[in-house]
């Protein structure tokens, strides 16, 4: 196991990277997993919002990248969407993920609950934002603990 054994098995972490290469290949969209322990400030959405600038998420062609955000110890976590999928997804989508990544984190599955929310994420960008010619992974696809 890895040194983040704890949160996820090394094959949590391998179906939830495969599940970010799989929705990412029919889209340009990009999505991160971002997870630490404890959230430094009181809202997750702001933590997510500081962190999704810091990693670039922001800077995509598109502004269509998606990050999910975690804090496990504290239970809180938050979707953001750049300004490019939010102004095309209906206005309750990211409630609609979150609540259903929600039913699995209370049946103490962290993995299928993140895997959840990758997959809503991917249909959504596979539909407003199919991959075009010439696309490429502009992010990493990997879990980003801080």
Known sequence: MSKNSAIFTDIEQ??????????????????????????????????????????GMDKTALRNGVLIYIATDDHKFAIIGDEGINARVPADFWDTT???????????????????????????????????????NELSDDISYI
Do not use: W
């Open 98 to 136: 979150k609540e259903t990544m929600l039913a699995h984190f209370k049946s103490e599955n962290l993995s299928l609950g993140v895997i959840a929310g990758i997959t809503a994420a991917g249909e959504q960008l596979k539909k407003l934002f199919p991959a075009r010619n010439g696309d490429k």
């Open 14 to 55: 391998e179906d939830i990277r495969k599940a970010i290469e799989h929705a990412e290949k029919s889209t340009s969209g990009e999505i991160r997993i971002c997870i630490e322990k404890k959230c430094p400030v009181p809202d997750a959405f702001e933590r997510a919002s500081i962190y999704f600038l810091k990693i």
